[in-house]
């Protein structure tokens, strides 16, 4: 299902002379890892990170501390996002392509399409390898097409806090094409720029438009933002992933809201889950300062409002009129 470069990892691990590795890999990807594990075991001691690793900004550096490993190999993203990663450690970042055709799910979906044209192509990580191939394909079937190219490595490529290839194309195209399993990539992409946005999903061989799912989205959002107008006692959620540790934003948070005559209360894990936080039976909503998606993507997971670092300005000073769909996720 996906190129996990093996040949590449090992000629890393012997040019960087690795006796032992840990191998990290979001939930989607460590099904296939098999194989890739037990073709590096051969040559190195491999352990496995159980966690997450939801991004770039979530490098297993802290496991790798503990078990005395200075060689990670980091499978599902492009390289690091907002961390530094010390000296004494390396990390050998593989993309993990998918291996699935995308010119099939576009072929049988092209009334999807309709008028649309320019059309901003765009994909997750997975399936950049295959934008210029899609992009001759509709060329070919009269379209114009425009990739764009943000801050990250690849042409095209999205993630979900940073969007900027789709942002720096937006006024030359009618839509985007975003090719991605799921709405998640699309979702940060019609926040952002408010252009119709349709998902092309390899995996469900789908085309689909996402606007009445966002609608949907930002009306349960606004909703809670409703519900922590009331709330008394706030949880400030940081997480030591070290791309998306904010303390000092955290704490300027904190006393913002103590300024407003509420409690607040600084809350440190690693992984933000919603089964944790329901022991704070004394909070009454949370604040975000972690990952950007986490406070509208999995909204409905939380029994309490959630609600993003730059929104509780909305909140204190009661001025939910002038939130805006863009507000909700300050993504790049
Ligand atoms: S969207 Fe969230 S999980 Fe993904 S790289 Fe950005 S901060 Fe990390």
């Given at each position: 299902m996906y190129d996990l470069s093996i040949q590449r990892v090992k000629k890393w691990l012997s040019d960087n002379k690795a006796k032992k590795v840990l191998i990290q890999a979001p939930d989607g990807i460590k099904a296939y890892l098999e194989n890739f594990i037990e073709s590096l075991e051969k040559e190195v001691e491999v352990f496995i990170s159980?966690?997450?690793?939801?991004?770039?900004?979530?490098?297993a550096l802290k496991e790798a501390k503990q078990l005395g490993i200075k060689h990670i190999i980091h499978i599902g993203h492009h390289g690091p996002v907002r961390v530094k990663i010390p000296e004494n450690v390396q990390v050998f970042f593989v993309p993990?392509?998918?291996?699935?055709?995308v010119e099939n799910a576009l072929e049988n979906n092209?009334?999807?399409?309709?008028?649309?044209?320019?059309i901003g192509l765009l994909a997750s990580l997975q399936h950049v390898n295959q934008l210029k191939s899609v992009k001759k394909k509709l060329e070919n079937l009269g379209y114009s097409v425009v990739i764009g190219h943000g801050n990250?490595?690849?042409?095209g490529q999205i993630i979900g806090c940073d969007v900027s290839a789709a942002v720096n194309i937006a006024r030359k195209v009618s839509c985007f094409l975003v090719i991605a399993g799921g709405i998640f990539h699309g979702f940060g992409v019609y926040i952002r720029t408010g252009k119709k946005t349709l998902i092309l999903d390899p995996y469900r061989k789908k085309i689909v438009d996402i606007q009445k799912t966002m609608e949907k989205f930002y009306a349960k959002h606004l909703y809670n933002l409703a519900k922590a107008l009331e709330a008394k006692k706030f949880g400030v959620l940081v997480s030591t992933k070290p791309g998306q540790y904010s303390i000092n934003l955290a704490r300027k948070i904190a006393q913002k809201i103590k300024k407003h005559g509420k409690k607040a209360y600084i809350i440190v894990t690693d992984e933000i889950e919603p089964e944790t936080l329901q022991?704070?039976?004394?909070?009454?909503a949370y604040v975000n300062t972690a990952c950007p998606r986490l406070n509208f993507d999995n909204e409905d997971n939380f029994k309490k409002p959630i609600i993003g670092a730059k929104e509780i300005d909305y909140v204190l000073e009661n001025?939910?009129?002038?939130?805006?769909?863009?507000?909700?996720l300050h993504i790049l």
């Open positions: 159980g966690s997450r690793a939801w991004g770039g900004c979530d490098i993990a392509f998918a291996k699935i055709s092209l009334n999807k399409l309709g008028d649309c044209s320019p990250l490595p690849f042409d022991n704070f039976t004394f909070i009454d001025r939910l009129a002038d939130h805006k769909i863009i507000d909700t």
